[in-house]
């Protein structure tokens, strides 16, 4: 054989080589994509930060609200800095629509929040369902609130019926004009709820 046949019959054999073990890095890969995929709400356990200042993913923190650490694990607090002033984080979720239910879970702590001049001004979860046009949509979700002080981290679960024409889930963490209060947030995951099961 001649050197020039056997110097591209090497490279042939590099890149089948390369090809092959680069399939093998992206099957892995895809499947983690797909996992990705299922869940609305990326980085909710704050622990991704490209600048190393603020979570990714949760744009510019309001005032009031921090990116904090402790013992190693990050989270979101979000604090009263002045009686009556909403601390919010807003983000809003595409939903496809064949999605009929979500599935929230996280982990919540909250120290001393005092509800505002209306007993629902408190630490809350506020969800708002919009149509195509920007338009709400009904029923709206009850939001889950916090009020007073938890024993440490607590972990809450609900599911969240998709009202019919909604193709994005407003969500927004906050202290919605509490008169004072901390709430913090970890381990925020957001996903379709499986489909139910059919009659027997």
């Keep these: 054989m001649k050197p020039s046949a056997v110097r591209q019959s090497m490279q042939n054999l590099r890149m089948l080589g390369a090809a092959l073990a680069a399939g093998a890095l992206l ?33 510019k923190m309001a005032a009031g609200a921090s ?9 979101l607090r979000l604090k009263t800095q002045e009686a009556g002033k909403t601390v919010m984080l807003y983000r809003a979720l595409p939903l496809k629509p064949e999605v009929k239910a979500l599935d929230l879970s996280y982990r919540v702590r909250f120290t001393d929040i005092k509800p505002g001049k209306e007993s629902w001004y408190d630490g809350r979860i506020m969800m708002d369902f919009v149509d195509a046009a920007g338009k709400p949509v ?23 019926p998709v009202p019919e024409g909604a193709v994005t ?3 927004m963490p906050s202290l919605f004009q509490a008169e004072s209060g901390t709430l913090d947030f970890d381990d925020i995951k957001l996903t379709p709820a499986a489909p139910a099961a059919p009659a027997p």
Excluded: C, M, Y
Aim: proline residues 6%; charged residues 20%; negative net charge.
């Design 67 to 75: 990116w904090e650490v402790e013992e190693g694990n990050h989270f």
């Design 27 to 59: 099957g892995p890969a895809r499947g983690l994509a797909a996992g990705e995929d299922a869940a609305l709400i990326a980085n909710g356990g704050f622990e991704q930060s490209a600048n190393a200042t603020v979570p990714d993913g949760w744009g």
């Design 169 to 171: 889930l407003k969500f």
């Design 138 to 160: 009904k029923p709206s979700t009850k939001a889950p609130n916090f009020r007073g002080s938890s024993t440490g981290w607590v972990e809450r679960k609900q599911q969240i």
